[in-house]
């Protein structure tokens, strides 16, 4: 099993619609969360961090974790052809020390 | 207010050279990790330092090592370099931790090193 898995997609979406990547991760003792974009041939940028159970919102995005399912989700609503990149979910892992392991990323396109 | 900074952008080296990348903190931040990124994969964490030592280290041979100076700013020196070390380098910057929570970490805009 993958320490942090995504779906590689693409997954395509309309304009205005509502895009849902998802991710799951193997270490049950993992405390912090995070969704990175990254734009083709770039660096990744931070979106969003989530670090107790629920729901976080920050503008069009919303983050949600499920601790006990061991799934982290990021909400993008009214999707832009600009949202189009890879999207990167990453957790920490207790017991390698805390260190910050990524999933492989989702590639998102959003159509106009 | 600067990011964090990278140098250099780009780099070619051939198999077996030694090769030094650098990264400078965004302001503020005091902890500095590397990672390693081959295309279509996510990036891999090689090793993170804070205080001017080395806190945590990824899957990586001992060619790999790093530096922190006493400004926070870090160096990542490769040994020996082989083909398969060619990927995009980033460097990463945060606050350090806050009890069992990793703070979020910044990137640099990377150093993508060729290997021929």
């Known amino acids: 099993q993958k320490e942090v898995e995504q779906n590689s997609g693409p997954l395509s979406v309309p304009e205005g619609a509502i895009a849902s990547l998802n991710c799951t991760y193997s270490?049950?003792?993992?405390?912090?969360f995070f969704w990175y974009r990254q734009y083709s041939g770039k660096s990744p940028e931070l979106i969003m961090s989530?670090?107790?159970?629920g729901d976080k919102e920050d503008g069009r995005f919303t983050a949600q974790l499920n601790k006990a399912s061991q799934y982290v989700s990021l909400l993008i609503r009214d999707s832009q052809p600009s949202d189009s990149a890879t999207y990167l979910c990453?957790?920490?892992?207790?017991?390698?020390?805390?260190?910050?392991?990524f999933g492989a990323g989702t590639i998102l396109r959003v159509k106009s | 207010d600067a990011g964090v900074t990278q140098s250099p952008t780009h780099l070619i080296k051939t198999r077996g050279q030694q090769v030094t990348l650098r990264c400078s903190p965004k302001?503020?931040?005091?902890?500095v990790s590397w990672y390693q990124q081959a295309l279509g994969q996510g990036p891999q964490f090689i090793f993170q330092?804070?205080?001017?030592?080395?806190?945590q280290r990824g899957n990586f041979p001992d060619r790999f090592s790093g530096h922190q100076f006493p400004n926070y700013s870090s160096e990542l020196n490769v040994n020996a370099l082989l083909l398969g070390d060619s990927a995009l380098y980033l460097c990463?910057?945060?606050?350090?931790?806050?009890?069992?929570?990793?703070?979020?970490?910044?990137f640099g805009d990377g150093t993508r090193l060729s290997i021929l």
């Open positions: 990463a910057s945060s606050h350090s931790r806050m009890g069992n929570f990793n703070q979020p970490q910044h």
């Open positions: 270490d049950r003792g993992s405390q912090s």
């Open positions: 989530i670090y107790s159970n």
């Open positions: 990453a957790a920490d892992y207790m017991e390698y020390g805390n260190k910050l392991v």
């Open positions: 302001s503020g931040h005091d902890t």
């Open positions: 330092y804070y205080e001017e030592e080395e806190r």
